[in-house]
């Protein structure tokens, strides 16, 4: 069986445990952590997170990260100039944060997403250089009333995460879901 499917299996045994419905924000974050060449293999596979959610009994919605960098800047007053003196842009990526925390309110809006729903976070390995993970979801996992599921491409070991392998990681108590262990 492949990681990814692994992946899935481990999954699909987590989200039939019955939800506590007094958990933080923090605690309701899931993270499927997957290496990060493994990412076309599970963005074709996605569906299967959300069949095994449903029947689960829970509602699923998918917000994808991927083109929101090149969305906001592009309508930025000055993407060109952005584009000649990147180094300009770290003092603009905060509004970054703000475009996709707006974008993600948006979209909980017009698509009714309720307490019952899992929210799936793909393209978070696109917020590498420009934001912290821990950041996007801090300020996302609130929102959410069910669960917020973030795939995340990288590595976790000793409750520290590390996306794309690339710097060092932080700890975060989400649940880790992993190929490797079983629920």
Not at 10 to 32: E, G, M, N, T
Not at 36 to 46: D, F, I, N, P, Y
């Amino acid at each position: 069986m492949s990681k990814i499917k692994r992946l899935i299996h481990s999954y699909s045994k987590y989200i039939l445990v019955p939800w506590r419905d007094d958990a933080a924000a923090a605690q309701r974050v899931i993270f499927c952590v997957y290496n990060e060449t493994q990412e076309r293999w599970l963005r074709a596979k996605v569906d299967e997170f959300e069949i095994v959610t449903r029947q689960a009994g829970h509602e699923w919605a998918i917000f994808d990260l991927t083109d929101t960098f090149a969305t906001w800047l592009a309508s930025q007053r000055y993407a060109k100039s952005y584009f000649q003196k990147p180094h300009l842009l770290s003092t603009l990526l905060p509004k970054y944060l703000a475009f996709i925390t707006e974008e993600f309110e948006s979209f909980l809006r017009s698509n009714d997403i309720g307490a019952d729903s899992v929210v799936a976070l793909k393209g978070v390995g696109s917020l590498f250089g420009f934001l912290k993970v821990k950041e996007v979801v801090d300020k996302l996992a609130p929102m959410v009333k069910g669960r917020l599921l973030v795939f995340f491409p990288g590595s976790y070991e000793n409750n520290n995460y590390r996306l794309l392998d690339g710097y060092d990681g932080w700890n975060y108590l989400a649940v880790p879901i992993t190929a490797d262990k079983e629920y």
